[in-house]
T-cell receptor, first 116, second 111 residues
Framework: GAGVSQSPRYKVAKRGQDVALRCDPISGHVSLFWYQQALGQGPEFLTYFQNEAQLDKSGLPSDRFFAERPEGSVSTLKIQRTQQEDSAVYLC??????????????FGEGSWLTVV | GNSVTQMEGPVTLSEEAFLTINCTYTATGYPSLFWYVQYPGEGLQLLLKATKADDKGSNKGFEATYRKETTSFHLEKGSVQVSDSAVYFCALSEEDDKIIFGKGTRLHILP
């Protein structure tokens, strides 16, 4: 596709429910990032993939959060046993190359998660 | 650790006014600096960037200069338009491409 595509755009989950958020990066992009953006805050880094390898997951807030990119393209962020504090916009971003200072990173429109 | 601090909003200006949004950073190395913009209902978009000291990034009439001596990357525009109303994020990244964002500054431009 022309840009980074995320689905669902909006998700309401009951507390304790599991959710899965999908990201389709720009075709051929090597690097893929997930960010969490709480209301009124800047995005915060969750995890990073280079192709299918998850090279950095230091930002995942708890072991209820899990991300995968099994074939090096589409990625899924899974949140188990959702809690109210998980309510946020989850942003996916991709970059055409391996990390190097100043690479342009392209963001999707985000998946808005509300936990009730 | 690395961090970005930007002025809190909201900032409200009249059309054609001069805009400055301050941004300072803390970094262990030599980061690249960015301004991202988020228009209502849209995703984050890169507005401009600078990759080394004294570089000036510019786009759509916006400018920011990478000042290593003051660790700053202030965003400026000489004459704002209503269509510039958005949330602006200052950000940095080092060689791992992990972007660290400021908290964002909401800008309202009145006609």
């Amino acid at each position: 596709g022309a840009g980074v595509s995320q689905s669902p755009r909006y998700k309401v989950a009951k507390r304790g429910q599991d959710v899965a958020l999908r990201c389709d990066p720009i075709s051929g992009h090597v690097s893929l990032f997930w960010y969490q953006q709480a209301l009124g805050q800047g995005p915060e880094f969750l995890t990073y993939f280079q192709n299918e390898a998850q090279l950095d997951k230091s930002g995942l807030p708890s072991d209820r959060f899990f991300a995968e990119r099994p074939e090096g393209s589409v990625s899924t962020l899974k949140i188990q046993r959702t809690q109210q504090e998980d309510s946020a916009v989850y942003l996916c971003a991709s970059s055409p190359s391996r990390p190097g200072s100043g690479n342009t990173i392209y963001f999707g429109e985000g998946s808005w998660l509300t936990v009730v | 650790g690395n961090s970005v601090t930007q002025m809190e909003g909201p900032v409200t200006l009249s059309e054609e006014a001069f805009l400055t949004i301050n941004c300072t950073y803390t970094a262990t190395g030599y980061p690249s600096l960015f301004w991202y913009v988020q228009y209502p209902g849209e995703g984050l978009q890169l507005l401009l960037k600078a990759t080394k000291a004294d570089d000036k990034g510019s786009n759509k009439g916006f400018e920011a200069t990478y000042r290593k001596e003051t660790t700053s990357f202030h965003l400026e525009k000489g004459s704002v338009q209503v269509s510039d109303s958005a949330v602006y994020f200052c950000a940095l990244s080092e060689e791992d491409d992990k972007i660290i964002f400021g908290k964002g500054t909401r800008l309202h431009i009145l006609p």
